[in-house]
């Protein structure tokens, strides 16, 4: 596992070598290195930027073969829950749209850096989509752990675990995304996890 003292370096790797302005400015010393020039000892954030030519494992399969130490997030251009599914699957740290914003791009490596992996609402929603249940089921489940949230947080908790995204929770606890995001991450703090999988997880396991 990695924390923010092992990771050297950040890396970006693609067929045009043209890094995003968003990542450039996030982080300036970033540097395009071809696939074939990753060290297997360096550790190292490689930001994969895909082409549409090759399948997801045609392209981090080379990645992890020359650094294997390194920690993948994989940026597509027409980012999809099934391409995103495949990455991980692939294990993937983080996937995103190349051109996301600095502040997202922030919160992936800051995720990945601590050894979490970074997963978007939409691809989570997919993900928890099987199994999802009802508000009063989880009322039945919730075990200790709900004691050390408030009440708004508490709420906010269920609401991700029936898969809802932050705008929807806004809408309904008719608050502003940017309260919902400052409750998330009081309530990830809170808890010490890393994403809102893991916390989805832990309320839907009481």
């Excluded at 982080?27 to 297997?40: G, T």
């Excluded at 360096?42 to 082409?51: E, P």
């Excluded at 809408?171 to 940017?178: C, D, G």
Aim: proline share 4%; aromatic share 4%; charged share 20%.
């Amino acid at each position: 596992m990695f924390d923010q003292n092992c990771v050297t370096s950040h890396l970006f790797c693609s067929d045009t070598m043209q890094i995003p302005a968003a990542l450039q400015k996030g982080f300036p010393v970033i540097r395009p290195v071809p696939i074939s020039e990753l060290s297997a000892t360096v550790k190292s954030i490689v930001w994969l930027h895909l082409n549409s030519r090759q399948t997801i494992a045609q392209q981090l399969a080379p990645v992890k073969q020359h650094a294997p130490q390194s920690l993948i997030v994989v940026m597509s251009d027409i980012p999809n829950d099934l391409e995103a599914l495949a990455a991980f699957s692939m294990l993937a740290k983080a996937y995103c749209n190349t051109h996301a914003g600095l502040e997202v791009l922030l919160n992936i490596a800051s995720v990945v850096e601590q050894g979490g992996i970074w997963i978007g609402e939409s691809i989570m929603q997919k993900l928890l989509g099987g199994s999802s249940v009802e508000e009063p089921q989880l009322d039945r489940a919730l075990g200790k752990w709900s004691k050390l949230l408030t009440g708004r947080e508490l709420e906010v908790a269920k609401a991700i675990a029936i898969g809802l995204s932050n705008k929807e929770i806004a809408l309904k606890m008719h608050i502003t995304e940017r309260t919902v995001k400052a409750h998330v991450g009081a309530v990830l703090d809170k808890l010490q996890l890393k994403n809102r999988l893991q916390l989805a997880l832990l309320v839907k396991e009481g």
